[in-house]
């Protein structure tokens, strides 16, 4: 479905990424770990288009990704949740649900993506009125994700959804992503929380210094350094 | 004095809706862009000699001409944006800013020139029959083309609002001032809310422009004192508020006029920039504008 291959990417001068390959298939739930400044948001940032490749390709299905400007690839089906959510704050909980379903295909299904969001995050739908930056940490990660569905998706990036909360609401985020992919949403969880990730996810890729170390289902992980370090840490 | 004061205090808030809706322009093209287009008052000037020339030559209702000026102003931000602004797109906000001051500097320059040669430097205003019209209330004067053109401000500030609040294409634009990054994940182009918000931004100049020149007048060299009008309305009031920037023109009005009466016409000019400063110092954030997160 998502095919990344040899991808370099630069911030300015400084060489982010080198020779990223990775592929997630459709219906996966696949996780990319790895240390903290290791490359992670950044492959995220080359997949939407935040970032522009200097080489290597990008497909999803049959569409190539690497030139189409970032708001082009939304509408191919990629839905990223930003590190920290970056939900508009100054707007109520509906709003930014709204936003979710800008593109005209999506908001033609406007009303069935609401249902489905507030099916999935009855917190949301409580909330509706308020304004965004009112909402507690946890409530703020689930209306982040939930705008991201409301494209209906076809492919979710999550990036770090765990950062910041407490432990319970760690564990109840991940339920509800595991829930997610089972209802039929491909994704590709970023996280620190390397643990937590690997049990959750089918297959992971551990990204260290920009480079792809490593891949597999979890216990083939363990020998690697990072990994290691998050279960015995 | 005390029915100076009170006339004082109607003239007061009469410019007052004009310096927030020439204002609310500013803030909305800076809000969205992070342009600061310092030439946002020549633009205004401009408004004003399209709905002169519109009167004198052809002789259109001066308020019937505000839709053609809106006409006008938006070609003229098409065209700054397009030749000159949407170069500046991608910088860091730091170099925005102090790239689009001098691109603005130098567009304002450029226009007064034009108006010099086009409408020499008189002072030029627009006098339909009714220009002399006044109603008066317990003994202050009302003029009603002033009292039409607050009215007017009101009811653009007032779309305006309705515009950003219930349309999609609205909330696109309050979302890309928030995160305009995040405006991309949602599928937005941002390049064109920022062309979107530049034009409207020139139009609304276009309309405070037009309401100027009938209920004042213009002249060349008006512009930069307008920009600077607007800068200390937009600070007062917040970026991104209207109903802030609304009522801060209309403190701005009143404090001028107060400023005038009780002390001197010499400190009009400066009641403004004292304002500036405190709301500066004390409310960084406007007066009803709230602070991040």
């Known amino acids: ?233 | 004095m005390l029915a100076a004061l009170a006339q004082g205090l109607v003239f007061g808030i009469l410019v007052g809706a004009l310096y927030g809706l020439a204002a609310v322009g500013l803030s909305l093209v800076f809000g969205v862009t992070k342009f600061l287009n310092v030439a946002h008052g020549e633009l205004l000037m401009f408004g004003g000699y399209a709905s002169f020339w519109l009167f004198t030559l052809l002789d259109v209702d001066p308020f019937a001409s505000i839709p053609l000026c809106i006409l006008f102003l938006l070609l003229i931000g098409l065209l700054l944006y397009k030749v000159l602004f949407s170069r500046m797109v991608k910088l860091p906000t730091e170099d925005k800013i102090r790239n689009t001051l001098l691109v603005g500097f130098g567009v304002g320059l450029i226009l007064q020139n034009v108006a010099l040669r086009l409408w020499t430097a008189d002072d030029r205003g627009i006098t339909p029959d009714y220009a002399g019209v006044a109603f008066t209330v317990l003994g202050v004067r009302f003029p009603i083309v002033r009292v039409a053109s607050l009215v007017i401000a009101f009811v653009f500030l007032f779309a305006l609002q309705l515009f950003l609040r219930r349309t999609y294409t609205g909330k696109a634009i309050r979302a890309t001032v928030e995160d305009w990054e995040a405006a991309t994940l949602m599928g937005i182009n941002v390049h064109r809310v920022y062309l979107l918000a530049f034009v409207m931004g020139a139009a609304l100049a276009g309309v405070a422009g037009t309401l100027v020149a009938v209920g004042y007048s213009v002249e060349p060299a008006m512009g930069m004192h307008w920009t600077l009008k607007g800068l200390i309305v937009m600070v007062m009031g917040g970026v991104g508020s209207i109903t802030g920037t609304l009522v801060g023109g209309l403190i701005l009005g009143v404090a001028e006029s107060a400023t005038a009466i009780l002390i001197s016409g010499n400190y009009r000019q400066v009641v403004g920039l004292v304002i500036f400063i405190l709301v500066l110092l004390v409310r960084p954030q406007g007066l009803l504008g709230t602070k991040e997160g």
């Open chain 1, 1 to 233: 479905m998502l095919k990344l291959e040899e991808i370099d990417a630069y911030y300015g001068d400084l060489q982010a990424l080198w020779g990223i390959s990775m592929q997630v298939n459709e219906g996966e739930l696949v996780a990319l770990v790895g240390p903290n400044g290791a490359g992670k948001t950044t492959t995220l940032r080359v997949i939407t288009g935040l970032l522009k490749p200097a080489s290597g390709s990008i497909h999803f299905h049959d569409h190539h990704l690497g030139k189409e400007p970032a708001h082009k690839i939304v509408e191919l089906g990629i839905s990223q949740v930003p590190e920290g959510g970056r939900i508009f704050t100054g707007m109520s909980v509906l709003e930014n649900l709204e936003l979710g379903a800008f593109l005209p295909k999506a908001r033609v299904n406007k009303d069935e993506s609401l249902k489905w969001v507030y099916s999935i995050f009855p917190r949301l739908e409580e909330r509706m009125e308020q304004r965004a930056g009112t909402l507690s940490g946890g409530e703020r990660q689930m209306l982040a994700i939930g705008r991201a569905l409301m494209s209906k998706p076809k492919l979710l990036l999550l990036d770090e959804p765990s950062f910041g909360l407490a432990p319970i609401l760690v564990e109840h985020i991940f339920e509800m992503i595991t829930e997610i992919n089972k209802q039929g949403v491909t994704v590709l969880l970023v996280e620190q929380n390397i643990r937590a990730a690997l049990e959750l996810a089918d297959r992971a890729y551990v990204i260290e210094n920009g480079r792809v170390v490593g891949q597999g289902v979890h216990e083939d992980l363990l020998s690697f350094e990072s990994v290691r370090s998050a279960y015995l840490g």
